[in-house]
């Protein structure tokens, strides 16, 4: 459990003495990815705290989503170092960084539109009655799935329709937040969106900024990439800025504004004069 503060709360901003007292979450060092003769990061690093998020912005092509997408494993490094938890790690897919922790959620979520919501939250981690024998016949063990989302849900303070009810039936935001309970309820102590309210209507996407802050009151930590400067400046304890493919600002949200963000986002002000 975490003392962070939630929606509705006075935010304070933290001394960084006490950020430093904590040992982060995930820490990335000189990372660094080509692809061609397009430099899509150089020598990027930062370290991420338990129960906080991260804004993660930039331009198109900035590199964001190929930062995001090492990070969880879809795509390895030209060099740099990856630790979690203190410890280095050398992802070679997603599912080994989903193994170690890190869940991610895109737009377009990996919900199965035809399964219900337990199934899709045991997707590929299915439960089966009747031990060996319904694990090779393939007996899901339904009831116990359903059981289980339930209570996974309630404990995110989350009100959905029953676990029965098909994806195909939920709103875009109720989708991501099955998308985002999904990697709670595994064990996500870092959750990655990467634009999780990109085409979303205005309701939709209050589910979802409301949920990165229930995330973050549970002690997630989360990284958040957007273009939409309100949703960042809303739910961001911090701001990591891109700029062709380089980290050009990393600072609490409280100490900057949007306008500012912008300009440095399109080079119009330089980080040193933030
Ligand atoms: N698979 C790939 N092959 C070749 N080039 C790529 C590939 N993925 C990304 N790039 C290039 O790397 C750079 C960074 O792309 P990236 O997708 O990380 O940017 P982004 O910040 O997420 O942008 P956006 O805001 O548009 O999503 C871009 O120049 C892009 O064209
Ligand atoms: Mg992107």
Known sequence: MSDRP????VVMTEPA???LERAPVLEVRGISKRFGAVRALHDVSFALYPGEVAGLIGDNGAGKS???NIIAGSLQPDSGQIFVDGVERHFESAAQARAAGIETVFQYLSL???LDM???????????AFGQLGRWLRWMDKAEMRRQTSEGFSRLGLTLPSPRTKV???SGGQRQAVAIARAVIWGGHI?????PAAALGVKQTEIVLSFIERLRAHGVACIFISHNMEH???VADRIILMRLGEKIFDAPAATTTAPDLVALMTGAISARTV
């Open 168 to 170: 195909a039936a939920l």
């Open 191 to 195: 959750v990655v969106l990467d634009e």
């Open 66 to 68: 190929t930062l995001v």
């Open 6 to 9: 939630v929606a509705g709360d």
């Open 112 to 114: 199965v539109p035809t």
């Open 118 to 128: 337990a199934e899709n939250v045991f997707l590929n981690r299915e439960i089966f």
């Open 17 to 19: 003495s006490a950020r």
């Open 232 to 234: 960042v400046m809303r």
